[in-house]
């Protein structure tokens, strides 16, 4: 159990991380600075090196926080079906992320907007993080070619060297699945990119409709199918 020493320290990360959110909401990432989110705390600067060692450190457990929460999300869209609902679990998952970033612009801008000035992510942190929710992708996907209900189009299946070379991050994972994991991540992150800034409005009147499509759009590209009714679990699981 911890001691009420360490629940006040967490306790104080947690606000400090809560007030840099509120400053990139207000002034975006490029905004971050140290000195903004004491002032606004009532603390000097010093202080916050009492619970971040620097600007980097403090930016860092927020990325690896909005990474997690989005990884959670798309975990928890996905448990709602048994798991040979492969497409169900994956279009569920599919429009988590869209929902996630819409709910949760400010964290989804700082993980895939622009770079902070100055900053560099630890790529020995942050890169497993990031990849977490497309390793639950490339896993149903190969749960579902194993139960024969998804072949991988030849286009994926043979891609070329030069990118097959570029492919790792998921190593466990057949290189067309991997392929096929990222083709889907373009998609949908171009997608929710332009909605998040504003440039789907006047193109699109129904921006719900036109992404599930979309998602559905790449699976059925995949072959993906539903098992035989007799196999089926028509009900969600709780």
Known sequence: ????????????REEIKATARQ?????????????????????????????????????????VDAFDAQSEAMEQAAAKFPPTRYVDRLLAIMES????????????????????????????????????????VGQIMADAIDAGQLTVPKDYAQSAAEIDSGLETLPDAPKSILYAVLTARFQMHGFVMLEIHGHNVGTI????????????????????????????????TT
């Open 23 to 63: 400053q990139m909401r207000e002034k975006g990432t490029a905004g971050l600075s140290l000195r903004g989110i004491a002032a606004e705390m009532g603390f000097s600067v010093t202080a916050i090196y009492r619970y971040y060692d620097s600007l980097d450190d403090l930016i860092t457990a927020l990325i």
């Open 97 to 136: 992320y869209r929902n996630w970033a819409l709910e949760n612009s400010t964290d989804f801008q700082l993980i895939y907007g622009n770079p902070i000035p100055g900053y560099h992510a630890p790529r020995e942190i942050t890169v497993p993080k990031a990849a977490s929710g497309m390793y639950l």
């Open 1 to 12: 159990m911890s001691t009420r020493r360490e629940r006040l320290r967490e306790a104080t």
């Open 205 to 236: 009147a129904d921006a719900d409709a036109i992404y599930r499509h979309l998602c559905l759009t790449f699976l059925s590209t995949m072959g993906l199918k539903s098992p035989p009714t007799g196999d089926r679990d028509h009900e969600r």
